[in-house]
């Protein structure tokens, strides 16, 4: 063979070796691609099943807690997981309360059965399929009703955004009977909302649960205590006003309000509260608190950080602020006699009613006032004590001291013996504070120091 035609054979040969090759090459390439195909669709279809157990067993009931968007308060529903592709959707909030009645006052209890089912879109997806009118409001594109602007209180027009809300959620694990999810559509700002269900006991009635939950609003943030503090482990207190707006206005204590104030949404649960994101305080990152027995919240994060109102003594002594009201049913030992013996005196001699006893600042006398309302008729009387002093002792304890003549309507009163001797027992004794909550301590025990059978327990009426 000429060394022309060796060449070329040589050429013919390469060329067909690298033919072969490619096709070999691709042959191989579709067969890998098969495999890997058939393998995610199979992995993908064990986890929805996996998933569709999970939402079903142990009597399929969970909590989630739901927020919308990175500027509005969380939601608590309880979902009920069946077999069958259905779910009862339960709530407890004021946008319920908007669909049933029009108004956004107060919150109102709905549920409603829809359906679910576990769909694969990159991974597993819960999506909640069919309209619930009392969870799918949320992703409605309408116009949110009554959301006036604080500087115009002009309605802010929503129209085409709504809530910003997801009814589809990408399922991203499962651990310790929490499931973590994240909604599949982005709210205004581009940001993908993060959200936990939680397993709850099958058996407890979704009416109930909620309510207690609402109940739960007023036992950590209620509006006759208007602020409240953050206690970080170095000693610096941050202070936390809006509570009950469950938007949480926070700045340091000994910072300037205005210009530093930040603004955090939470989620108030059946046993604490969540801000939506961790949120840093002077080093300290918090999330997650649980409601503590004697009212306070823990961190959960650290087991450090806590939240509370002021201490006792300066939330009971703040002159300007609180109206503090008792009655009789509402003491104990001493008191609890000279009150009950007051209401007789009041009746036989007076022929009058007594309705309360009070501690608040008069503005006219410019002095914190200890009095005593009664009724006669029509006509309502107030015996006024003037209160020279009313001191902290310390953060548990206080002492007052009393002008033991009172007012010109006291005088006339003077008869009743019993008044003296409440003004007296009362005039420079030390009495230890104890509250039904140190979040909220809107109940108030005075017991005298040393004879804690001998109390008065005020109720926070209302703010001045």
């Not at 509402?330 to 501690?359: H, P, R, V």
Request: hydrophobic residues 35%.
């Amino acid at each position: 063979m000429n060394e022309d035609k060796m060449k070329k054979f040589l050429n013919i040969s390469l060329l067909a070796l690298v033919v072969f090759s490619m096709f070999s090459l691709a042959s191989c390439k579709n067969e890998v691609d098969n495999i890997f195909d058939e393998d995610a669709v199979i992995r993908l279809d064990k986890a929805k099943a996996e998933y569709s157990d999970i939402l079903t067993r142990n009597g399929g009931k969970w909590q989630l807690e739901y927020f919308a968007n990175e500027n509005e308060q969380g939601y608590i529903y309880l979902m009920t997981f069946a077999k069958d592709g259905s779910v009862t959707i339960s709530g407890n909030n004021q946008w319920i309360n908007y669909v049933k009645t029009g108004s956004t006052k107060t919150p109102a209890f709905g549920s409603e059965i829809s359906m679910w089912e576990i769909i694969a879109d990159n991974g597993p997806v819960l999506s909640f399929n069919t309209y619930n009118k009392y969870f799918h409001l949320f992703a409605d594109p309408y116009d949110i009703p009554s959301t006036g602007g604080a500087a115009t209180d002009a309605d802010i027009d929503e129209s085409g955004y709504g809530h910003e809300g997801n009814y589809e959620f990408d399922i991203m694990k499962y651990s310790g009977d929490t499931l973590y999810l994240t909604g599949k559509k982005p709210t205004r700002s581009e940001r993908y909302v993060d959200m936990i269900m939680t397993r709850v006991d099958g058996g407890i009635n979704d009416e109930v649960y909620m309510n207690e939950v609402i109940a739960m609003t007023d036992s950590f943030f209620n509006t006759k205590i208007p602020q409240v503090y953050i206690n970080l482990p170095n000693g610096v207190r941050w202070i936390v006003k809006n509570g009950a707006s469950s938007i949480l206005k926070m700045f340091r204590e000994d910072a300037d309000e205005i210009s530093t104030a930040e603004y955090h949404n939470i989620i108030i649960t059946h046993d604490g509260i969540s801000f939506m994101d961790p949120v840093t305080l002077d080093g300290y990152v918090i999330k997650n608190f649980t409601r503590q027995p004697d009212g306070s919240l823990l961190c959960r994060d650290d087991n450090q950080t806590t939240m509370t109102a002021d201490v006792l003594s300066h939330v009971f002594t703040t002159q300007t602020a609180y109206v503090w009201r008792s009655t009789a049913a509402q003491a104990g030992g001493t008191f609890g006699t000279l009150l009950t013996t007051l209401t007789s005196e009041m009746k036989d001699i007076y022929k009058s009613t007594f309705n309360y006893a009070q501690i608040a600042y008069d503005a006219d006398l410019k002095a914190q006032i200890l009095s005593f309302n009664v009724k006669k008729g029509s006509r309502k009387d107030n015996l006024k004590y003037t209160i020279t002093k009313m001191e902290a002792v310390g953060d548990n304890q206080v002492r007052l001291t009393i002008e033991p003549e009172g007012d010109l309507v006291a005088q006339a009163y003077k008869n009743c013996t019993a008044l003296a001797q409440i003004i007296a027992a009362i005039n420079g004794s030390t009495f230890d504070l104890s509250a039904n909550s140190l979040l909220s301590p809107v109940n108030m025990k005075m017991a005298q120091s040393g004879s804690a059978g001998n109390y008065i327990t005020w109720s926070l009426s209302q703010n001045n």
